[in-house]
């Protein structure tokens, strides 16, 4: 059930017999010359539509922006800085909380949000510990799960491209949104086929001089529907198993 096609009294019915809900993130930042600018929040949005359809678990709205300061030498890229992503996050959270909400899973779609994600979970913890006056806060779980870090995508991403899987404009992230937008492929020249690899902690002007496509790592030529539909598959179990053993914490 997706949150924003449901009415408040199915959701007020939901939250009868639930406490658990996934929230999509992302980012909206260049993917080199191939890959969608939305990637990182289409992948995990298409996984999760296909557990609320098929599972019946909530799913709130995508949370499209993200902290992805070091794409911004590239039209198009829109960042959240690490402190507004922290107080989108909190909102999100707290509103979601105070319905009754009890498992809140980020379903996550960009690397660059990991940590930021961790700091909003510690500030919310923060606030709830530092207001204790005697009865105990009702029980509040937050977690994150990164849909190209489940097993199953693991393991399928390294048989099919190897190294050239990079780590930023993935083969495989492309080849997911592919499957999930077909209407969007895009096709380019990729000079040279693997991009250079390094690291992502800089600014955006010196991530665009290391990375002067935007690739990191990768060769996303190789990626297909074919295999975008494989990824998927894959990525739906990886995540309705790292949900369900989230919601068997207690
Ligand atoms: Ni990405």
């Known amino acids: 059930m997706r949150l924003q096609h449901a009415t408040w009294q199915e959701v007020e019915a939901y939250l009868q017999h639930k406490r658990g809900v996934i929230v999509p993130i992302g980012s ?13 929040a289409i ?34 890229t829109i960042s959240l800085r690490p402190t507004t992503l922290i107080a989108v996050l909190r909102d ?4 979601l909380a105070g319905h009754g909400f009890r498992h809140i899973l980020f379903l996550n779609g960009h690397g660059g949000n990991i940590a930021t994600l961790s700091a909003a979970f510690a500030e919310v913890y923060a606030e709830r ?6 009865e105990p806060a009702a029980p509040l779980h937050l977690s994150t799960h990164n849909w190209f870090a489940g097993p199953r995508v693991r393991k399928l991403a390294e048989s099919l491209y190897g190294d050239a899987e990079g780590t930023h404009a993935t083969a495989s992230e492309i080849a997911l ?48 529907i074919e295999q975008g539909q494989q990824l998927f598959e894959a990525g739906v179990m990886d995540c309705w198993e790292a949900y369900r053993a989230f919601i068997d914490t207690v």
Request: net charge negative; with cysteine.
């Open 129 to 134: 510990s530092m207001r204790r006056g005697g």
């Open 43 to 76: 992948c995990p949005e298409v996984i999760a539509w296909e557990l609320g359809k098929r599972h019946e678990v909530l799913v709130a709205p995508t949370q499209n922006l993200g902290m992805a300061q070091h794409h911004l030498a590239f039209p198009g």
């Open 177 to 224: 949104s592919w499957y999930a937008h077909p209407e969007s492929i895009k096709q380019a020249e990729l000079t040279p086929r693997v991009a250079p690899r390094g690291s992502a902690g800089c600014d955006a002007d010196e991530f665009r001089r290391r990375f002067p496509d935007g690739r990191m790592g990768s060769d996303p030529a190789l990626a297909s």
């Open 28 to 40: 909206t930042e260049q993917h080199g010359p191939t890959g969608l600018l939305g990637t990182d």
């Open 92 to 95: 999100t959270i707290e509103s």
